[in-house]
Nanobody, 113 residues
Framework: VQLVESGGGLVQPGGSLRLSCAAS????????MSWHRQAPGKEREWVAG????????NYVDSVKGRFTISRDNAKNTVYLQMNRLKPEDTAVYYC???????WGQGTQVTVSS
């Protein structure tokens, strides 16, 4: 199982980033996928989740209306579109598969002027 995140970087407040997570080594299309983040000195928190066919999406309250999770089962990839970014969104972002349970290595997102 391999999950590889990309798309992180430095962005100004109010800006946007799109994270990608490329999956391999398992049947991606049957696995719920999720994004999590961990800010310095804080515990890792769940950010968003999407079911296997993309029909059900859920978000933590702090990102509702700003972040959108999506997936492309033909490309074995899950995405996190992040708009109207805030400094408090600064964290390492991780994707996670549910079947089997596995984590990516993370990608750094820094929101700062």
């Amino acid at each position: 199982v391999q999950l590889v995140e990309s798309g992180g970087g430095l962005v100004q407040p109010g800006g946007s980033l799109r994270l990608s997570c490329a999956a391999s080594g398992f049947t991606f299309s049957v696995s719920t996928m999720s994004w999590h983040r961990q800010a310095p000195g804080k515990e890792r928190e769940w950010v968003a989740g999407i079911n296997s066919d993309g029909g059900i999406k859920n978000y933590v309250d702090s990102v509702k209306g700003r972040f959108t999770i999506s997936r492309d089962n033909a490309k074995n990839t899950v995405y996190l579109q992040m708009n109207r970014l805030k400094p408090e969104d600064t964290a390492v972002y991780y994707c996670k598969s549910s079947r089997p349970s596995s984590w990516g290595q993370g990608t750094q997102v820094t929101v700062s002027s």
